[in-house]
């Protein structure tokens, strides 16, 4: 059963831009804790960014601080993922999670108990 459904990958050149989008069709996560995992070939999935249920705090990987934004609008019971001045290195799978028994931004992937399937995002050099 798919709870999470991630949207926005694709193929960009260096220096561009993606926007991610992970809805939660038939459930909401207003009151989760979320956040989005990425995971490269061959590498471990590794933390991007979160967010706390209301917004108001966020964590950000130091490999993407300053570059990515995350943010989330509560009635779409829909997270996003801005990703801007990509970079080879962000070539990935990227996947959006909910941590149901957390209010507060997390960066341990083991407190996230719902996953997307994930969505490919390839930046050319």
């Known amino acids: 059963q798919v709870q999470l459904v991630e949207s926005g990958g694709g193929l960009v050149q260096a220096g561009g831009s993606l926007r991610l989008s992970c809805a939660a069709p038939?459930?909401?996560?207003?009151?989760?804790?979320m956040g989005w995992f990425r995971q490269a070939p061959g590498k471990e999935r590794e933390f991007v960014a979160a967010?706390?249920?209301?917004?108001?705090?966020?964590y950000y990987a130091d490999s993407v601080k300053g570059r990515f934004t995350i943010s989330r609008d509560n009635a779409k019971n829909t997270v996003y993922l801005q990703m801007n001045s990509l970079k080879p290195e962000d070539t990935a799978v990227y996947y959006c999670?909910?941590?149901?028994?957390?209010?507060?931004?997390?960066?341990?992937?083991?407190?996230?108990?719902?996953w997307g399937q994930g969505t490919q995002v390839t930046v050319s050099s």
């Open positions: 999670a909910a941590a149901s028994g957390s209010y507060h931004a997390t960066r341990s992937r083991y407190e996230y108990d719902y």
């Open positions: 038939g459930r909401t996560f207003s009151s989760s804790a």
């Open positions: 967010i706390s249920w209301r917004g108001g705090s966020t």
